[in-house]
């Protein structure tokens, strides 16, 4: 599977923004699609996944209630729709794509195979 991201941008704080992630060439059986950020000086982190087939969701803490990923199937496309953003939100935003995830790995960034390129989102205060 390949993955191109996009929607990033500055967005003050308080706003919202989307990010998509469009995959393509590759078989979509057992695929769970992730997000992760890297922050400046941090590591990389888990923001929340969703199963290509059911629609099962996982989150970190930090995103629960303000961050929201849905997928349309038809367009191969997942998206990561950001609310009520904080300068804390700041990072370079990863899609990623992995097979035959449970859900105690879905937030573990080594079973994901594919990844996008990474879109910046900035949030001023």
């Known amino acids: 599977v390949q993955l191109q991201a996009c ?3 500055l967005v003050q704080g308080g706003g919202s923004l989307r990010l998509s992630c469009v995959a393509s060439e590759g078989s979509f059986t057992d695929v769970t ?3 992760f950020r890297q922050a400046p000086g941090k590591e990389r982190e888990f923001v929340g996944a969703i199963r290509w087939s059911g629609g099962t969701t996982k989150y970190n803490d930090f995103a629960k209630g303000r961050f929201t990923i849905s997928k349309e199937y038809a367009k191969k496309t997942v998206h990561l729709w950001m609310n009520s ?3 804390e939100d ?3 935003y990863y899609c990623a ?3 035959r995830l449970i859900s105690s790995t879905m937030s573990n960034a ?3 195979d594919s990844w996008g390129q990474g879109t910046l989102v900035t949030v001023s205060s």
Do not use: Q, S
């Open 85 to 87: 953003l904080k300068p």
């Open 7 to 9: 929607g990033g941008g």
């Open 90 to 92: 700041t990072a370079v």
């Open 110 to 112: 080594n079973r994901y």
């Open 33 to 35: 699609m992730g997000w």
């Open 97 to 99: 794509a992995g097979r």
